[in-house]
T-cell receptor
Framework: GENVEQHPSTLSVQEGDSAVIKCTYS??????FPWYKQELGKRPQLIID?????GEKKDQRIAVTLNKTAKHFSLHITETQPEDSAVYFC???????????FGKGTTLSVSS | KAGVTQTPRYLIKTRGQQVTLSCSPI?????VSWYQQTPGQGLQFLFE???????NKGNFPGRFSGRQFSNSRSEMNVSTLELGDSALYLC?????????????FGEGSRLTVL
């Protein structure tokens, strides 16, 4: 089955800096790669996703890149703000009907 | 539209007991997935139900089971509880099993096993 590795497990940045979180997946059939943000005490929520027919997707200060050959994808957050502090999870799933498998998460701390 | 609702929110059990957790998905959503969240282990997939059938299963022992009812509500059961079962159990729903899309999570049921 699918296995998703996520690095780093913790990341501390200064406000205004950029943050990058990287994930690798094992199943070459995976074609859907979402990112979820979980604030302290809250439920995980989707912030951005990318499908295998797209190499990069941006939404304001966040972007996701995908390299299907290398089987890895990354989340980029620019101009970080204290409210970006949270746990971020990457995930992958293959064809319709397969489970969404998550990485172990990255705790991002943005200090002002 | 109401979100995903999980009950109970908090519960304390002792080793050897069993527990049942409930999840009501967003109206119209027919797929329900369950995840176990523990510090350092992230969101570990338990199982997914669609149209009352278990469609996918994670690598958890047989003590973990679930079911889905005709109204798409789902329950999961853990028998013979162990200390390591202490975790936040999250339920998530999505409309169907078509093209993969957003999972909508509930607030979770926090289980403590003493």
């Amino acid at each position: 089955g699918e296995n998703v590795e996520q690095h780093p497990s913790t990341l501390s940045v200064q406000e205004g800096d950029s943050a990058v979180i990287k994930c690798t997946y094992s199943d070459s059939a995976s074609n859907y790669f979402p990112w979820y943000k979980q604030e302290l005490g809250k439920r995980p929520q989707l912030i951005i996703d990318i499908r295998s027919n797209v190499g990069e997707k941006k939404d304001q200060r966040i972007a996701v890149t995908l390299n299907k050959t290398a089987k890895h994808f990354s989340l980029h957050i620019t101009e970080t703000q204290p409210e970006d502090s949270a746990v971020y999870f990457c995930a992958a799933s293959a064809e319709a009907g397969t489970a969404l498998i998550f990485g172990k998460g990255t705790t991002l701390s943005v200090s002002s | 539209k109401a979100g995903v609702t999980q009950t109970p929110r908090y519960l304390i059990k002792t080793r050897g007991q069993q527990v049942t957790l409930s999840c009501s998905p967003i109206s119209g959503h027919r797929s329900v997935s369950w995840y176990q969240q523990t510090p350092g282990q992230g969101l570990q997939f338990l199982f997914e139900y669609f149209s009352e059938t278990q469609r996918n299963k994670g690598n958890f022992p047989g003590r973990f089971s679930g079911r889905q009812f005709s109204n798409s509500r789902s329950e999961m059961n853990v028998s013979t509880l162990e200390l390591g079962d202490s975790a936040l159990y999250l339920c998530a729903s999505r409309p169907g099993q078509g093209v993969p899309g957003e999972l909508f999570f509930g607030e979770g049921s926090r289980l403590t096993v003493l």
